[in-house]
């Protein structure tokens, strides 16, 4: 066993995915950690080919029925609270990314977060800056005054994190951790908007380290760039709910199905216990032509929380009609 593992979730409609993304640490993270993956609901037949190659699995039960619960989101992604059990105390650090990303560069660095970490909740462009705050991740139907005097000892106003991506410092966990989060869903599950990303906000209210958008980059943004240059520069890109279906990287129209399906196919050969290859570097030159591409994006976000948001915070206590019109110019993205 090493010292740190980075993990996925997957149930049986996910298994490429999963085979990609490990493939896609393993070529280009020069990661030298364990491999897991987080099992929700996959036949044992799906399996082997993980076990033989050396990645460890972890097998998932629902949190709660589905049935019970109207939304997008469904148990499935309740099972990423599972790594905050005391079993996984055995690694220092602990790295989960969704499947649906594809992995461009060093995690070395995440080995040293204190803590919990985690990039802001979607859409900024800049690591200093994020888009979602806590009221803009209650389901707009249970917004009602009454069921907001469950979050009284909590500012809605505060900033969130988005929770395909996340670094936990095992030395957090706690005898009580697993428990306290399970009570947690329980009480706020009618409230999720975007799944388990509520019940992690809240549990971690005021004590998490915000990390470079560069380990979690939006993937649609990451298409504005693709027609400009010949070489795509190297970040962590994640498909959240692309826009267009078709752009999704495991679909033979997107752009990144090349990169992908190269992932994916050199997975077959792949010994995860095997010495980690090196990592891919990104230029200075390359990084500066980044930060450019991204300072009018940028601008219009810090206009947004600074000025925006409030107004359209205070216009929906006033005037519910200037409310959906400010809502309805100024629309918020978000996507999982």
Known sequence: MKKNLVVTLANKKYIEQ?????SSVYLNSGWDGDYMLLAHEVPEKDLKWFKDRGVLIYRCDSMYDDKLHEGKYKSI???KLYLFSTEFKKWDRIIFMDADFIVHISLDRLK???GFGAVGSFASLNPFLNNLNLYEQIKSETQRKEELLDFKEYN???????TGFFVIETSLIKKD?????KQLTKKYLKYCKYGEELILNLFFYNRWERLNIKYNYPADRYLKF???RDNMIPLNLHFLKM???DNNPWNSNSPFYKDWLNNLEKSENINFFDKKNESLKISPKDYLIFLYQNIFTTLYFIIDIIIIRPIKLLAKNISPRTYQFLKNTFKTKKSK
């Open 226 to 228: 693709i027609n400009k």
């Open 112 to 114: 040293k977060v204190k």
């Open 243 to 245: 826009k267009d279906y």
């Open 77 to 79: 992604v309740f099972s």
């Open 18 to 22: 999963a085979k990609q993304f490990f």
């Open 156 to 162: 809605l106003l505060n900033n969130t994190f988005n």
């Open 177 to 181: 951790t697993f428990e306290k989060l």
